[in-house]
């Protein structure tokens, strides 16, 4: 019934949304600005508010047309090189600059937010890398007849992608896949998989929750599997073509995400209030342009979401040497031919210091030589794969340990 009532609401909304968006749309026209009148402006305001005040369900644009290489503007072209239900292997074509580079498969999060959410991930990677990433669908477009989508098939599609790649490719995990992305990179060592990755990097990711336990790790742990299938998992509501599929919905991750930090979100949005009603829309174009992609959210299906809660945060089986694949026991000590680099932020409040770094002791099968770990001061969790600190520290290194194993 959770998503039923969110769906009606949503539905009510609608027409209300869009008649404050044509509202403020005509009281910041070129006529009515001239009037200078604070009253207009601030109605203004709180009717561009009212229009924010909904989600969206549909994936935003990466908007990456070009990149800087040199001194050249090389164009960037989406390309959608495998596809199943459940995912897309979405490459980033470059122009032709006569020299093969790199090729790196980022394995986006799944949960609640589109892959565009690491844009600035695949930005910076760009100019030195030939750039694929795991661009997941939403479940509530998935129908029924598609099958399940539980932990090992998200494995599987770790694995398609890398051998659709061709082999000697680069794996970077970013966040709550790192667990998924390590087990498919062992499955792939213990099989001889060709397409197994040159390098793997592992980027503020649940290797093994454990260690400092943070307020999410705790939430795992303080409930049962059958409370979280209970109270968060639902179906998706008539019109959709995933109609009837069971799934954590996106709108209960943002609220989750959201709920962690209530002060900040309400005071961002008051500061917004106050750029538009001022008429200052660079600076609230800033906060626009962030919430646009943060309320923009997809479905897990519930196998996936209660698999990963149940193996990754309560029961550790990856640490514990207790994982498996399709019945078969996954062994971490089976790589030995992938570099393996991992990286943590120091102020990281969703995967906190060392549960990243337990993946090192986990693969015992690398030579020291080829193993290495990042510990970046003065960040959280978004900081370790976006922003300034990303780009002009933590990449260096990602690539570094790339080139030295391709």
Known sequence: MLYYAYQLQADLMRPVRAMAEVTAA??????VSQLDSITL????????MVS?????????????DTVRIGNEDVPVTEVAAFSTPFATLLH????????????????????GHFATLLRNTVEVLLPDHDVYITDWH????????????????YVDHVIRFLE????????????????????????????????APASMTLMAGPIDTRINPTKVNELATTHSIEWFERNLISRVPSGFPGAGRKVYPGFVQLTAFMSMNPGRHINTH???????????????EVTKTFYDEYFAVLDLTAEFYLETVNLVFQEHVLPRGKLTWHGEKVEPAAIRKTALLTVEGERDDICSVGQTLAAQDLC???????????????????????????????????????????
């Open 26 to 31: 005509m009281l910041n026209g070129p006529l």
């Open 41 to 48: 402006r601030n109605v203004a305001a709180a009717c561009e």
């Open 52 to 64: 924010r005040a909904g989600l969206s369900h549909e994936r935003p644009s990466f908007g990456i």
């Open 92 to 111: 980033f074509k470059k122009a032709s600059l006569g020299k093969k580079l790199p090729r790196v498969l980022v394995v986006a999060p799944l949960s």
């Open 138 to 153: 939403n479940a509530r477009e998935i129908p029924l007849d598609a099958g399940r989508f539980g932990f090992d098939e």
């Open 164 to 195: 659709e790649m061709g082999p000697g490719a680069h794996l970077v995990g970013v966040c709550q896949p790192c667990a998924h992305a390590f087990a498919a990179v062992a499955v792939m060592a213990q099989t001889g998989n060709p397409a």
């Open 270 to 284: 008051i500061d917004l209030f106050g750029h538009l009603s001022k008429g200052d829309f660079e600076k609230a």
């Open 364 to 406: 015992t099968g690398i030579r020291p030589y080829m193993k290495r770990h990042h510990l970046q001061a003065g960040v959280g969790h978004y900081g370790v794969f976006s922003g300034s600190r990303w780009a002009g520290q933590i990449y260096p290194i990602v690539r570094n340990v790339i080139l030295a194993n391709d």
